[in-house]
Every structure is written in structure tokens, then in C-alpha cells.
């Protein structure tokens, strides 16, 4: 099989010694992490090798040898470089030699059992160590068997540079028995507000879920759960938000340390999406406050509030004249209009009874901007919920008038044809009515059928409004299910740390030269955007139409009455 | 390194050009015509064409400049999604098979495929509307299942070489991927 020999690109300039890594014997190819200079004590190495083993549980070894000869050709180094192969004992001993500032390097391999008799192809494959090290591989695949044939190769190769992170923590200025050259970090100087940060975030982290057991032990006392607060609760999209909110804080302020990258970035993305959430919604609290906006709002709310029940009231009257040339009922049309204008009163005289109050009671709610855009947006989406209920309990007396109606005329065409319905076996039985019966039966049919039109037109118009608030709403907590569920944090550092995400690699061919090995750069290929979103997005209590547009066509055209937002949390029927 | 022109399904001329890089690594290119740039000023010309109607119709200067700004974005959008300069598959036996689209603004989208996913590369047919076209396919293994497929993924679909690149390009494949065979047979038999 071919050989693949994976060299680290920092460690091409490095002095003459033996190459230390893992050796994979199933795909045939030896990852090297770091070259050990001399001059070094064999039995020393071998003991800081047992003990990085130990804690890294990746079989480390020493695989080979590395010469850069900076002048000609020493020709007792190389000997002297394959009687190490002899100490340790690693088969097939990897010879990797430099010549000057060659690009191309000689690459060969030392068996001690000559059996193959063919050249084995050598391939010299670079890799770019630190970023190796911190990238992650979507889809991640199960690490708990490091060394099992069905692991994909690269992933083996990526765990295996991860996990020897202790390996790359000794400085190269560090004054021990061993000097080896491998990829460096900065140091921890080199980001002291991380490492404050990192300080500062245990005693907060215990403040924040002190603070949010008070909160959450508030809102689960009795007192909050009473039959018409709870329900109150349950429809008002405010709390709804709050709570998930809540459910976030409590995530992120939790003391247990991340298990793995899934958790550790969900963290970071609910992090940054509060962060971003509170500071919207503070910059739309500085827009309200300032130049008096609330009293601005305040002012056009009665006004507008009247154009709406004054658009209303023509739109009754219209009906109850003749709509688009139609020819309504006199007497039902008179009944239902003056039943409608008569609730339309009431609510103008409440509106305007709470005129004086409106100001007071808008400034307080805005402050609560300040928890963040989302509880903003799910305030206005409550207040216009709660504005519009006159169009809401329209829709409602509509529909029931007009279900009854549906009912009836279906249950007395039935009785026209002679045919009853069995409730017992639920289907259509025929029966023998009396003469009475089909005659009272057939005049209220007549009745029925020709007051339809009135009350159908009726039906029609106020859920045709009531829809038009529904989809309002609906766009405004589509907007907030967004802003709830991006993954920023992801998103960003797939914008400046691309390697961070890795979908898989890439390999280009660099310069060849006959003889010489095949020579392959490695890179890494960072996951697209869509896949980042698709993969880190957050969860939310997402409010998805109910039905189906059949069943809500259905549901339309028989009268009954639409709920179309399910949130998660509510009881299937 | 040698190149040799064909022509795509649609009649457009291509050009292949195979590298051999080493003994179990082969290049296989294959380019696309560049864009034209006489149906370049086509759209262009009757993009401000359009609007210049619509000007003399409301004698809104604004529809001129924004004529103008959506030629502009119309065509990076096009040069950097849409137009694929060049599709080439790297094969490396042992390792395995790298597919690179480059588009038109410099661009280039790789996917890479190890060895052990790659079950077989054939050649299929479809029969797309009123045509029969031939595509180069890699068929993957499925990792339940040791004679199932669990995907196949088309290769050239925007360049649509006919069968006699297709040949060549299958033939080189193999050569590399048979080596493979024999050295697990041979492995096998030890």
C-alpha cells in the first residue's frame, strides 16, 4: 500500500533529528507532530513518550528520522541517523532528508523484513499543525475508538493532532532534556483579556443562577397559577418569550464545564444572542425616551383607534345597505349591523376611557425594551392583539352564526332527501319522516337557504379582517423566531476562523520532481454558510401553522373556527 | 500534460487536459467556453433598452440608474454563482478522488472523497426531456450495507462532455482505482 507520510509545515526548517508521531497502520500512514533535536538520551525520550501516551491516550512513537543538511551531503550523519533505527525499533523506519533550501526532499523507508519486493510509492502530504489542531469536522463522527478501521481517515488524523495538545505545550525556550520543535503558541500574555475573562466569568456565572433561581421560584409559586392568570399567561406571547429567555440565562450561567464542541457552541450562540437581543432592544429604548416618541405615540394611539372603529362602522353600514349590489335580507341584515355598531360603541367609550392612562402605561412598558428586541416585539404584537379583540369577537359571533346555519341547512337537506344521520354507527341512514315533519322540516330549509347569503357576506368580511391580524402577528413573531434562533456566534467565526468549521479537506499539488515523492498540500475546506446555520441553529418554541391549507380551507368554508398558531408547548388535539 | 477538445451536450466546444502528477495521482480538467461577449451586450442592451422605455413612459430618471445598478449586480452575482470556468477531479490513489468547480470570478468550491467511501466511477444515462445524455458519476459505499450504493454524485454537470471525453476520463480513473484493487487482493492473498 502506499505510504502517507503527513509533516507539518512548521517543521520544515527545523534541525536534524527524529520525528515523533502516530503511526496508523490500517491506512498506512505516519502523522508526525514534532521533530526531537539532539542531542537527546534514547531512554529519556522514551519515558517523556510513555508519559505523553499516558495522558493523551494516543500511541505515540518515533518514527523516523529527519536530516537538513544546510551544506553537501554529510555522509556520517546518515549513517549515524539509521543505527537510530536500530534503538527504536519502529517499523518501517521513515528517513525524511533536506538538502540545502531544496523544495524537493528525499523520502525513504527502512524495512527490516525485505518481504515486498516492490517500491513502495511514498506521498509527502503538508498540514498546517495549529490549524488542525483547533478545527472541527462536520458531520462529527464517533471518537470512541481511535484507532477502528470504519473511522474515516481524516477524522483520525484530526483527533489524533487534538488530542495531542499536551505535546505542544512545552516552549521551544524551555530548558529540559528534551528540545523538539513543533507548532508554538503565543503564550498566555499574548491574550490577557481572555484569560481575565476567563477569570472573571466563574463568580458571575454563580451570581447570574442565584439571581435566576429567586426569578424562577417567583414565577412557579401558587399565587401565579390560578385558573384565569394562567390562562392569561399562557396566551399572552410575552411570557411565552420571557421564559424561553430565561430557559437561555439558565443554559448559559450553568457552573458544568461544556463536554463537547456541540454544547460549547450552543453556549456561545445563546451568549451572543442576548448580547445582540438586549442591544437592540436598548438602542430602541434610547429612540423611544428620547424627544418624547412615547407621547407622540401615546397621542396618535386614541386617534387612530377611532379612524379604525370609524372604518368599521362604514363598513356595517355598507353592508347594510346593498354590498356590491347584492340583495341582502332587510330584517337580518337591520338585526346583525345594529348588534355589531352597538359593540362598536362600547369599545370606543372603553378606548377612550382609558385615554387619560395610555401615556403612564406605554412608558412603563417600554422600559421593559430593555430585556431585549424580542420581549418588544412580543409586547406590540400583544397590544395590537389586545386592540383589535372587537374585530376578534366579531369573527367569533360570525362563525358561530354561520356554523349553526351550515349545520342546519346540511341536517335539513337530509331530511328533504328522506335520509337521517345515525350518530350511533356515524353515517347517513335513510328514514321514514311524517308528513308534519317534511313539511315543518322543508319551510325551515327554505328559510335557511335564503337567509345564507346575509350571513355568509357577514362571515366572509370579518374573517377576511380577522386573518389580516393573524397574518400581522404572524410576521412579527416570524421576526422574533429569527433574532431567537440565528446562530451569530457560528456565523461569525466562520467569517474570521474559517478553519474553526471544517466540512473536510482539500489537497493541492504542489512542484513535483521525477524521483522524488509526490509532494500534496493540505487545507482545510471550511463549511458553507447555509450548513453553518443548519447545523447550529438554535431551538425555539416555534409557532408553525396548525393546519394544512386543505384542512384550513375546510375549516373556512364549514365555519369553525381557526386557531392557527400552535406553539410547542400546547396539548395536541 | 496534454489537452484535446470536445464539445459538451449542447454543442459548445470543450477542452480536457490530463496531468500526470505521479504514479497513483492523475489531474483531469475540463473547460468550459468562456462567456460570449456578444450575448454579454445582448442582455445589457436590451436591459437599458427596457428601461429607457419605461423612462420615456414616467420620466423617472431614478429607472435609468437603477437599471444600470442591477446590470452590475445581475452580472457579479452571475460571474460569481452562476458561470463555472473550469471542472477537474484529482484522483490520488490511496487517498481519494477531489472534485473543484472554479467559477468565472475566481471562486473554487471542492469537495473531497476518501478512498473507503468510493465504492465504483461509472458512466450513466438519462434521458432528460426529448435527449439521452451520458453523465460520469462516483457511486459511494454505504457503510451498513457492503454491496449497496448510498449515494451518487454527477460529475461535469455544468461543462455535459459526450461519451468520448466521458471514455477517456473513465479510463484514466480506472487505471488509478484498479492499482487499489490489486493491492487489497494482493494484501488479501499474503
Request: contains cysteine; aromatic residues 10%; neutral net charge.
Amino acid at each position: 500500500m502506499v505510504l502517507k507520510v503527513f509533516f507539518p509545515s512548521c517543521c520544515s526548517s527545523a534541525e536534524s533529528g527524529i520525528l515523533i508521531g502516530r503511526w496508523i497502520p490500517e491506512q498506512s500512514s505516519a502523522v508526525i507532530l514534532a521533530v526531537v533535536h539532539f542531542p537527546f538520551i534514547p531512554v529519556q525520550v522514551k519515558q517523556y513518550l510513555r508519559e505523553v501516551q499516558q495522558v493523551t491516550k494516543v500511541s505515540v512513537s518515533v518514527l523516523g528520522s529527519w536530516n537538513n543538511s544546510k551544506q553537501e551531503k554529510e555522509e556520517s550523519l546518515s549513517e549515524f541517523l539509521e543505527d537510530l533505527g536500530t534503538i527504536f525499533s519502529h517499523e518501517p523506519w521513515i528517513q525524511i532528508s533536506k538538502e540545502g533550501d531544496s523544495k524537493f526532499w528525499n523520502c525513504s523507508t527502512l524495512q527490516k523484513q525485505p518481504d515486498n519486493h516492490r517500491e513502495e510509492e511514498i506521498i509527502l502530504v503538508y498540514y498546517d499543525q495549529r490549524k488542525v489542531m483547533l478545527s472541527h469536522l462536520h458531520p462529527p463522527s464517533d471518537t470512541a475508538d481511535l484507532g477502528a478501521e470504519d473511522a474515516s481517515k481524516l477524522s483520525a488524523i484530526f483527533n489524533t493532532v487534538a488530542s495531542s495538545k499536551v505535546l505542544f505545550m512545552t516552549d521551544r525556550y524551555d530548558d529540559g532534556p528534551i528540545k523538539m520543535t513543533h507548532w508554538q503558541s503565543d503564550g498566555i500574555e499574548a491574550s490577557i483579556i481572555v484569560e481575565l475573562m476567563k477569570q472573571a466569568s466563574v463568580p458571575a456565572c454563580m451570581l447570574l443562577t442565584f439571581l435566576l433561581s429567586l426569578v424562577s421560584g417567583v414565577c412557579n409559586s401558587r399565587v401565579l397559577k390560578f385558573w384565569p392568570l394562567s390562562f392569561l399567561w399562557s396566551k399572552l406571547s410575552t411570557c411565552e418569550q420571557l421564559g424561553h429567555r430565561l430557559q437561555h440565562l439558565q443554559v448559559i450561567s450553568s457552573s458544568k464545564k461544556a463536554q463537547n464542541q456541540t454544547q460549547l457552541m450552543r453556549k456561545a450562540n445563546i451568549f451572543v444572542s442576548l448580547l445582540i437581543d438586549v442591544a437592540l432592544g436598548i438602542l430602541l429604548m434610547s429612540w423611544l425616551y428620547r424627544k418624547n416618541q412615547i407621547g407622540h405615540l401615546a397621542d396618535t394611539l386614541i386617534p387612530v383607534a377611532d379612524h379604525v372603529a370609524e372604518e368599521l362602522q362604514d363598513l356595517l353600514q355598507w353592508l347594510m345597505g346593498a354590498p356590491a349590489g347584492l340583495k341582502m335580507n332587510r330584517a337580518l341584515d337591520q338585526v346583525l349591523g345594529r348588534f355589531f355598531l352597538y359593540h362598536i360603541h362600547l369599545w370606543i367609550s372603553y378606548i377612550h376611557l382609558m385615554s387619560p392612562f395610555i401615556e403612564m402605561i406605554l412608558w412603563y412598558v417600554g422600559l421593559s425594551a430593555c430585556l431585549g428586541l424580542t420581549v418588544a416585539l412580543c409586547i406590540l404584537s400583544d397590544i395590537i392583539a389586545l386592540l383589535t379583540f372587537h374585530i376578534y369577537c366579531f369573527y367569533v359571533y360570525g362563525a358561530r352564526l354561520y356554523c349553526l346555519k351550515i349545520y342546519g341547512l346540511s341536517s335539513l337537506w337530509r331530511l328533504f332527501r328522506g335520509k337521517k344521520w345515525n350518530v350511533l354507527r356515524q353515517r347517513v341512514d335513510s328514514c321514514s319522516y311524517d308528513l308534519d315533519q317534511l313539511f315543518i322540516g322543508t319551510l325551515l330549509f327554505t328559510i335557511l337557504l335564503f337567509l345564507l347569503p346575509t350571513t355568509a357576506l357577514y362571515y366572509l368580511v370579518f374573517t377576511l379582517l380577522c386573518l389580516l391580524v393573524v397574518i400581522v402577528q404572524g410576521l412579527i413573531h416570524l421576526l422574533v423566531d429569527l433574532i431567537d434562533s440565528l446562530p451569530l456566534y457560528s456565523i461569525i467565526l466562520r467569517f474570521c476562523r474559517s478553519y474553526r468549521l471544517a466540512a473536510g479537506v482539500k489537497f493541492r499539488v504542489l512542484e513535483q520532481q521525477d524521483g522524488k515523492p509526490l509532494r500534496l498540500l493540505m487545507q482545510i475546506n471550511p463549511l458553507s454558510y447555509g450548513s453553518v446555520v443548519q447545523t447550529y441553529r438554535l431551538p425555539t418554541y416555534s409557532c408553525y401553522p396548525k393546519d394544512s391549507w386543505t384542512s384550513l380551507c375546510k375549516k373556512l368554508f364549514l365555519g369553525e373556527l381557526i386557531y392557527p398558531w400552535k406553539h410547542k408547548g400546547e396539548k395536541q388535539d | 500534460m496534454e489537452e484535446r477538445r470536445y464539445r459538451s451536450a449542447s454543442g459548445a466546444p470543450l477542452a480536457l487536459r490530463c496531468r500526470q502528477h505521479s504514479a497513483s495521482c492523475r489531474e483531469l480538467a475540463v473547460r468550459c467556453p468562456r462567456l460570449q461577449l456578444r450575448s454579454l451586450s445582448a442582455v445589457t442592451s436590451a436591459v437599458w433598452l427596457a428601461a429607457y422605455g419605461l423612462f420615456v413612459l414616467c420620466q423617472n430618471s431614478m429607472v435609468l440608474s437603477a437599471a444600470i445598478f442591477l446590470t452590475l449586480i445581475g452580472l457579479i452575482i452571475y460571474l460569481h454563482f452562476v458561470k463555472i470556468d473550469q471542472e477537474s477531479l484529482l484522483v490520488i490513489g490511496s487517498l481519494g478522488i477531489q472534485v473543484t468547480s472554479s467559477y468565472a470570478s475566481g471562486k473554487e468550491s471542492t469537495t473531497f472523497i476518501e478512498m473507503s467511501q468510493v465504492k465504483d466511477v461509472v458512466i450513466n444515462e438519462a434521458i432528460h426531456m426529448q435527449k439521452v445524455i451520458y453523465y460520469l458519476c462516483i457511486l459511494l459505499q454505504d457503510p451498513q450495507d457492503p454491496q449497496g450504493v448510498s449515494e451518487v454524485v454527477p460529475l461535469f454537470q455544468s461543462s455535459q462532455p459526450r461519451l468520448d471525453c466521458l471514455i477517456e476520463v473513465y479510463k484514466s480513473c480506472h487505471e488509478i482505482l484498479d492499482q487499489r484493487k490489486a493491492a487489497s487482493q494482493s494484501d488479501g492473498v499474503k
